[in-house]
């Protein structure tokens, strides 16, 4: 949720939301945007805000996007019109922001949508907003508020320096209130009323007239779906169909596959023809998920047809990453599969982002899950190591572009890429990618940690930040993932440190969760592994042996939800080993155990059918 402070100076201000969204940049010095060349744009940083104190100009902050079609509009438009060129070069500091290269710019100072735009006084305060706007109208805003700053300065700080108190006064007064609640069982029970209660009974998903995905709440109601008996038969069946298949019958581009990323229509039909790695990303782990859990075969090839899109537009052999997103073009997507070979498709963005390639990493990793195909596993070890090749410094963290060379951290790079390296050692067993998903979570913890409340904020700046950057926030999405990656952590190395962590990561959350509906999904999901039984698949053999790698692809391919695959090497782990109590005799074997029963061990070439049966019977004496 975005807590920002509009002082809106005329009626003439009030934002039209045309939603086109966000995206992301580090350096200071940002291109032009788009293709415009005249307006003597700046990036954002100690040069803007210096230059806006000593010439007394408000700051004029754009943010957009290469793939938001209204932001090309308006860059066509406005952008172009020669009044509003004198004006920003002559009367304002005009900063752009790659949203995508900026995610906490965007987070902050987005108007409700992309193309944003916000005037700011010099220490980064807004004092008006909108987003897709005509030239008359831009010159209108710009004027207005210029005026009122010059005229009325006093006015204009009372009316800030009013909110700013207001805000504190608010979040001393939540300060005092919030008080520490135990995580419990009932806490996912109460979302998943909410996703049952709420979902569209025609065509699924949730909220309205907009459509989004929405892959959170997907993925807890995939999560609790093998469990539903356990959650007083609330089956999430019917909400996870309805959703998966009106997504895929409406915003599924058919003819060159891959997801855009949402309708502006309830039934699907009516998408925004951007196409983003993140969306499809996940979307192809909601899928391949959807596919294994519910043993469902259309969704496993909606999966295929995400991924074959994926590989086939967004996917660099040379470095074996993705880029970042394809262009909207409405005139293109209307075309049929014919007229469309003739025609020029939308450009590819080419940057590399490390929250998305992480996340695509992770939808991989889900494929191969639930397909057991090792193309799927071969993508996703190509991605984590352009990651830990390219834009990670040991120490330091990851960065989020290959551009940046130093400075601010974002949690998303940290919190998905050391995901993408610990669900990596789970499906290989080779240690690199544990030791990064170690080393990364460590960065998180040292970084990013709020030491008096728990949780981790979104960002850590290596230099004083301005304006609203200045407030820290706690993203519930990434906090979640951070809370089952530590978990994860824990089931692998012992360590009840990490255990702790992922408790108290969800502390923040635990006390407002049922305000936020099925939006809780992320925190519910959280919860879950914080609180339910956890089955250790721990395989046990030498590295690399052909029995070793068998028992590690069926103990990753496993479809149960609350499974943690452990590989260990009988002589590099051998303290582990141990500790565990576990025996080796010179051939892999797998144990599977839980804090309250083991197993019968596994051998190569033996059936899983034998767990499976197992696992049932214990959360059948579980659930009474």
């Known amino acids: 949720m975005r807590h920002l402070q509009l002082l809106l100076i005329s009626s003439a201000l009030i934002a039209s939301v045309l939603l086109c969204s966000p995206g992301i940049s580090l350096a200071e010095d940002a291109p032009a945007p788009l293709e415009n060349r005249s307006i003597r744009w700046t990036g954002w940083g100690q040069e803007a805000f210096d230059s806006s104190k000593e010439t007394d100009k408000l700051i004029f902050l754009d943010i957009s996007a290469n793939w938001c079609r209204w932001c090309k509009v308006m860059d066509e438009t406005a952008y172009k019109d020669p009044r509003v060129i004198e004006t920003l070069n002559g009367d304002f500091i005009p900063v752009f922001v790659n949203a995508d290269e900026r995610p906490d710019l965007s987070d902050r100072y987005s108007q409700g949508g992309l193309p944003s735009i916000s005037l700011l006084t010099p220490t980064g305060m807004v004092i008006a907003g909108q987003t897709t706007t005509s030239a008359d109208e831009l010159l209108t805003i710009l004027n207005t508020a210029n005026a009122s700053y010059r005229t009325d300065r006093a006015k204009v ?181 014919s007229d469309r070979r003739a025609a020029k498709a939308p450009p590819v963005e080419k940057a590399i982002f490390a929250d998305s390639n992480a996340k695509a990493a992770i939808g991989y990793l889900q494929a191969y899950r639930a397909t057991g195909q090792g193309r799927y596993l071969k993508v996703a070890l190509g991605v984590l190591d352009y990651i830990t090749g390219r834009l990670y410094r040991k120490g330091v963290g990851v960065f989020h572009s290959n551009g940046q060379v130093g400075g601010s951290l974002f949690l998303s790079d940290q919190v998905y890429s050391s995901q993408a390296g610990e ?99 992320p925190f519910a999901l959280g919860v879950e592994r914080c609180i339910e039984t956890a089955y250790e698949f721990i395989v046990v053999g030498k590295a690399g042996d052909a029995g070793t790698r068998e028992l590690i692809k069926n103990s990753f391919t496993f479809d149960e939800p609350d499974r943690v695959v452990v590989p260990l090497d009988p002589v590099r782990d051998k303290d582990r080993l141990t500790v565990l109590g576990y025996e080796y005799e010179g051939k892999a074997v797998l144990y599977v155990c839980s804090d309250k029963v083991c197993f019968p061990p596994v051998s190569p070439g033996d059936s899983m059918k034998g767990t499976r049966k197992h696992i049932a019977k214990a959360r059948e004496q579980d659930t009474k």
């Not at 996940?282 to 074959?308: F, N, P, S, V």
């Not at 970084?447 to 926030?473: H, Q, R, S, V």
């Not at 089931?491 to 440190?497: F, L, R, S, V, Y």
């Open 423 to 521: 669900l990596a050692y789970q499906a290989t067993g080779d240690e690199k990618y544990l030791e990064f998903a170690v080393e990364t979570a460590g960065t998180l913890v040292r970084k990013f940690w709020d030491a008096e409340k728990g949780g981790f904020f979104d960002t850590a700046y290596d230099n004083e930040p301005f304006g609203l950057l200045k407030d820290p926030k706690k993203p519930q999405i990434e906090n979640a993932a951070a809370s089952a990656l530590f978990m994860d952590l824990y089931h692998i190395t012992g360590a009840e440190e990490y255990k702790k962590t992922a408790r108290h990561t969800l502390a923040p959350f635990a006390q407002d969760y049922l305000k936020h509906s099925y939006w809780a999904a």
């Open 157 to 337: 700080y009372e009316k800030i320096a009013a909110a700013e108190k207001a805000a504190a006064a608010a979040r001393e007064e939540r300060d005092k209130k919030t008080k520490y609640v135990p995580l419990s069982a009932e806490m996912p029970v109460r979302v998943l009323n909410a996703i049952n209660l709420f979902v569209d009974p025609k065509y699924g998903g949730y909220g309205g007239p907009d459509k989004f995905p929405m892959p959170e709440v997907m993925e807890f109601a995939l999560y609790i779906y093998p469990k539903a008996r356990q959650y007083k038969n609330q089956s999430p069946e019917t909400a996870i169909e309805l959703t998966l298949d009106g997504m895929k019958d409406g915003i599924f581009d058919k003819v060159d596959g891959g997801s855009f990323r949402y309708s502006t229509t309830q039934d699907w039909k009516s998408p925004h023809y951007e196409k983003l790695l993140t969306a499809n990303a996940d979307m192809l782990g909601i899928y391949m998920h959807a596919g294994q859990a519910l043993d469902t075969g259309r969704y496993i090839k909606a999966g295929e047809a995400i991924a074959g899109y994926l590989e086939r537009v967004l996917y660099d052999k040379e470095t074996g990453a993705f880029y970042n997103s394809q262009a909207a073009d409405e005139k293109y997507y209307r075309l049929g599969s």
